[in-house]
């Protein structure tokens, strides 16, 4: 019940972030260089190189009340839009700062890569960071006890490199990235002051205290538990509050709890139809925020694929389940802060229109959001979505572009 409260949320949250969306790129499109616009006399959006994507027009506000829950979501007026796809990373802890990975202007095209900074209450693009390497291959990891931010990225001889980026520093207009001294790193996460890494040659899993600069090895080699630590697709995720690390890829996953050092291997099963056939791995994850649940998007077979699915692992458990949804391909996906619903974004096939779902992933029931008319989501990847970590604040990405919502939920009476 609890969680058909947070489908609405998340639900109408996607609706009126891509309807915003729609806004943003359709104002875009008569300008070239960065302004500030007034919308509907009462809000400005920030708009960048010209677009040419009219989209429906956002309704300002959306209230309704579901499972007990009264939610009302209101587009924050914060978008923009840009050349070529942003990449969407976290919000900050101060639930406002949204971290993106974009293309420097005037270079849409090009493998360069930046980080900016989009306040959610001004609407301001800053401090971009360029970059050394071009393509980041893994979320950023967010440091929060240092205030900074690790990208792992690829420069271009296809070496990896590990970078910081001083948060403050970079806002007051300082030196803020540093290029971190790290063999082979083939995975990357962190939480707090230490950083969790796989080195590809060895296997090693490695935590690195971001202070003392200490290192302490957590796993002597990833192939003892089967898993290729050379594999392009291998990917750490950092649980947000418990001590645990999820490592997956084509080879298998495994689970690290690093207050006890233990580690477990789970299988995810394999598939025999005429649809699927081959044993399952997971393409991206999402921990939920308050249990040891992982959203897993899992392919099956080798890549080029035909589709995803999305399921539920319970990591304690090893339980693992599908939840069936009408889309081909699962895009990427965000838990509501408190760990109820899923938001999930996908495409019914290649080319397709579409809308954002809100998804209980106890009952199986889900809500497809309507509050515009279908639209396409080109581009779309795992990087795009952010739901911030109070709840009050939501954003999505589309093909040129990046909106932001606020959200107000209140608790009404329950079924």
Same mark, same amino acid.
């Not at 960048?48 to 829950?69: D, I, V």
């Given at each position: 019940?609890?969680?058909?409260?947070?489908?609405?949320?998340?639900?109408?949250?996607?609706?009126?972030?891509?309807?915003?969306?729609?806004?943003?790129?359709?104002?875009?499109?008569?300008?070239?260089?960065?302004?500030?616009?007034?919308?509907? !006399?009462?809000?400005?959006? =920030?708009?960048? /190189?010209? =677009? #040419?994507?009219?989209?429906?027009? *956002?309704?300002?506000?959306?209230?309704?009340?579901?499972?007990?829950?009264?939610? $009302?979501?209101?587009?924050?007026?914060?978008?923009?839009?840009?050349?070529?796809?942003?990449?969407?990373?976290?919000?900050?802890?101060?639930? $406002?700062?949204?971290?993106?990975?974009?293309?420097?202007?005037?270079? #849409?095209?090009?493998?360069?890569?930046?980080?900016?900074?989009?306040?959610?209450?001004?609407?301001?693009?800053?401090?971009?960071?360029?970059?050394?390497?071009?393509? *980041?291959?893994?979320?950023?990891?967010?440091? #929060?006890?240092?205030?900074? =931010? %690790?990208?792992?990225?690829?420069?271009?001889?296809?070496?990896?490199?590990?970078?910081?980026?001083?948060?403050?520093?970079?806002? +007051?207009?300082? +030196?803020?990235? #540093?290029?971190?001294?790290?063999?082979?790193? !083939?995975?990357?996460?962190?939480?707090?002051?230490?950083?969790?890494?796989?080195? $590809?040659?060895?296997?090693?899993?490695?935590?690195?205290?971001?202070?003392?600069?200490?290192?302490?090895?957590?796993?002597?080699?990833?192939?003892?538990?089967?898993?290729? /630590?050379?594999?392009?697709?291998?990917?750490?995720?950092?649980?947000?509050?418990?001590?645990?690390? %999820?490592?997956?890829?084509?080879?298998?996953?495994?689970?690290?709890?690093?207050?006890?050092?233990?580690?477990?291997?789970?299988?995810?099963?394999?598939?025999?139809?005429?649809?699927?056939?081959?044993?399952?791995?997971?393409?991206?994850?999402?921990?939920?925020?308050?249990?040891?649940?992982?959203?897993?998007?899992? +392919?099956?077979?080798?890549?080029?694929?035909?589709?995803?699915?999305?399921?539920?692992?319970?990591? +304690?458990?090893?339980?693992?389940?599908?939840?069936?949804?009408?889309?081909?391909?699962?895009?990427?996906?965000?838990? %509501?802060?408190?760990?109820?619903?899923?938001?999930?974004?996908?495409?019914?096939?290649?080319?397709?229109?579409?809308?954002?779902?809100?998804?209980?992933?106890?009952?199986?029931?889900?809500?497809?959001?309507?509050?515009? *008319?279908?639209?396409?989501?080109?581009?779309?990847?795992?990087?795009?979505?952010?739901?911030?970590?109070?709840?009050?604040?939501?954003?999505?990405?589309?093909?040129?572009?990046?909106?932001?919502?606020?959200?107000?939920?209140?608790?009404?009476?329950?079924?």
């Amino acid at each position: 019940m609890r969680r058909q409260r947070a489908a609405s949320l998340a639900f109408l949250l996607i609706g009126v972030a891509c309807a915003a969306i729609a806004i943003v790129f359709f104002a875009a499109a008569a300008l070239r260089d960065v302004e500030r616009v007034q919308v509907a !006399g009462e809000a400005t959006l =920030m708009l960048a /190189p010209t =677009m #040419e994507s009219p989209l429906p027009t *956002p309704q300002p506000a959306q209230e309704f009340t579901l499972g007990g829950w009264s939610y $009302r979501f209101v587009w924050s007026g914060q978008a923009l839009a840009h050349g070529r796809a942003p990449m969407v990373g976290d919000f900050l802890p101060d639930n $406002r700062t949204l971290m993106l990975i974009v293309a420097p202007d005037g270079k #849409e095209q090009s493998d360069a890569r930046q980080v900016a900074l989009l306040d959610g209450d001004s609407g301001s693009l800053t401090n971009y960071l360029p970059l050394s390497a071009t393509e *980041p291959v893994h979320e950023p990891a967010w440091l #929060e006890s240092l205030q900074k =931010m %690790a990208v792992l990225s690829v420069d271009k001889d296809r070496d990896p490199q590990v970078q910081t980026i001083d948060v403050n520093a970079a806002r +007051a207009g300082k +030196a803020s990235i #540093e290029t971190m001294e790290l063999a082979e790193v !083939g995975a990357m996460s962190g939480r707090g002051a230490q950083l969790f890494t796989v080195e $590809r040659t060895t296997g090693r899993v490695l935590s690195t205290d971001m202070v003392s600069g200490r290192q302490e090895t957590l796993i002597d080699n990833l192939r003892k538990l089967g898993l290729d /630590p050379a594999d392009y697709w291998l990917k750490m995720l950092t649980h947000p509050k418990e001590p645990l690390v %999820a490592i997956f890829g084509r080879t298998g996953m495994a689970v690290l709890d690093t207050s006890s050092g233990k580690v477990r291997t789970i299988p995810l099963g394999s598939d025999d139809s005429e649809a699927f056939s081959g044993n399952r791995w997971i393409l991206n994850a999402q921990w939920n925020p308050s249990n040891a649940e992982l959203a897993l998007e899992i +392919a099956v077979g080798d890549p080029p694929l035909d589709a995803t699915r999305l399921f539920i692992l319970d990591t +304690a458990t090893g339980e693992i389940g599908r939840i069936p949804i009408p889309r081909q391909w699962v895009m990427d996906m965000a838990w %509501a802060p408190h760990g109820e619903q899923l938001l999930v974004l996908g495409l019914e096939h290649l080319g397709a229109t579409s809308r954002p779902l809100l998804v209980d992933t106890d009952s199986m029931q889900f809500l497809e959001l309507d509050l515009w *008319p279908p639209v396409v989501y080109e581009g779309l990847s795992r990087w795009s979505v952010a739901w911030s970590v109070d709840g009050s604040r939501f954003a999505v990405m589309h093909s040129n572009g990046v909106t932001i919502f606020d959200v107000v939920v209140e608790e009404g009476e329950h079924r």
